[in-house]
C-alpha cells in the first residue's frame, strides 16, 4: 500500500507565506506526477499545481504567479511553496500521486488526508 502524508497546513494573515509538503511511502515502484488539489467550503475540489517525474509543472490560473510546486524524488516528496496568500486560497490541501504499486504495471491515483490552510486577518 502507499500513503501520502501532508503537513505544514495553518491559520495565516494575507500576503504571507506558507510552505506545505507531502511524503508518499509505502511499497512505491515508481511516481509519475504528483501535485496539490484543495476544496473549499461548498466548493468543488480543483487542481492547484502538479509536477511531473521530468520536472515539468502546471498551475491553475488562481495561484500563478504567486504558488510553486517542487520535488525531491530521492525522498518522494512533494512541496508547494504558497506566497502572497489571500483570503480566497483558504481550503483543505489534498496531495495527490499517481503511483506504480511496487511489483505491479499498473498506476493508480492516491490522496493524502488533507491539511487545512487558513487565510485570515
Known amino acids: 500500500q502507499v500513503q501520502l502524508v501532508e503537513s505544514g497546513g495553518c491559520l495565516v494573515q494575507p500576503g504571507v507565506s506558507l510552505s506545505v509538503s507531502c511524503a508518499a511511502s509505502g511499497s512505491i515502484g515508481a511516481i509519475n506526477y504528483m501535485g496539490w488539489y484543495r476544496q473549499a467550503p461548498v466548493k468543488q475540489r480543483e487542481l492547484v499545481a502538479r509536477?511531473?517525474?521530468?520536472?515539468?509543472?502546471s498551475y491553475a490560473d488562481s495561484v500563478k504567479g504567486r504558488f510553486t510546486i517542487s520535488r525531491d524524488n530521492a525522498k518522494n516528496t512533494v512541496y508547494l511553496q504558497m506566497d502572497s496568500l489571500k483570503p480566497e486560497d483558504t481550503a483543505v490541501y489534498y496531495c495527490?500521486?499517481?503511483?506504480?504499486?511496487?511489483?505491479?504495471?499498473?498506476?493508480?491515483?492516491?490522496w493524502g488526508q488533507g491539511t487545512q490552510v487558513t487565510v485570515s486577518s
Open positions: 509536477i511531473h517525474s521530468d520536472g515539468s509543472t
Open positions: 495527490n500521486a499517481h503511483v506504480r504499486y511496487g511489483g505491479s504495471y499498473v498506476y493508480n491515483d492516491y
